[in-house]
């Protein structure tokens, strides 16, 4: 693709200041209850590749301080340069030295014990992931195929069902839930909701048909 202008970026936040805690507040009401579906509400232009909701968390959390890595597909796009001019941010080619990482609906997921895990001593100085995916909605507990979710900030058990997330997260998830104080974070981004899915939550993938004997894995 062409390099873009500055002319033809989309705009950020009308009001940077009220935008930016808006969108703030959605992330920390998602991180603090795993599997909310959070509705995300912003007036910024948000580039054409990558989920609009998505876009406006890291639009809202980068500064000149954040190193951030984006997959093929948003590295392709304007997506870099529109964050890099509204937020100051330094794009990095490796997601292992990315305190943020995106990747868009399709794009491989590095695996997440590749990314910055922060230390016992500073464990937020870890990786957080913004992952597009298809589909993310809160469903009946033992749905099939369902992420059933547990730990601090869900009262009882939850159920959350996604399309879009690799076939080895689970296994990935129950690595980086173990690393705990050390670990990633993420993020699942659609085109208007986000979920929070922190180091501390446990979460088990139900059977992927309804009727089979229930296979759980544990992430």
Sequence with gaps: MSAPTLASLGAGFSNEAFGSQTVFRAVLQALSHPGRCIALEHDAQTPAVGHAASAAVLLALLDSDCTLWLSPRLAASDAGVWLRFHTGCTLVNDPAHARFVWVAQGDALPALQTLAQGSDTYP?????????????????????????????????????????????FAAQWVANHAAFPRGVDVLLGTAEHIV??????????????????????EA
Excluded at 129 to 157: F, S, Y
Excluded at 201 to 210: C, G, N
């Design 124 to 168: 937020d100085q870890s990786a957080t992931c913004v992952v597009d995916v298809a589909q993310a909605t809160v469903t009946p507990v033992g749905a099939a195929g369902a992420w059933r979710l547990t730990g601090p900030g869900i009262q009882g058990v939850t159920a959350l069902a996604v399309e879009g997330l690799p076939e080895d």
């Design 196 to 217: 929070g899915l922190p180091r501390t939550t446990r979460a088990i993938r139900t059977a992927a048909h309804a009727g089979c004997e229930p296979q759980p894995q």
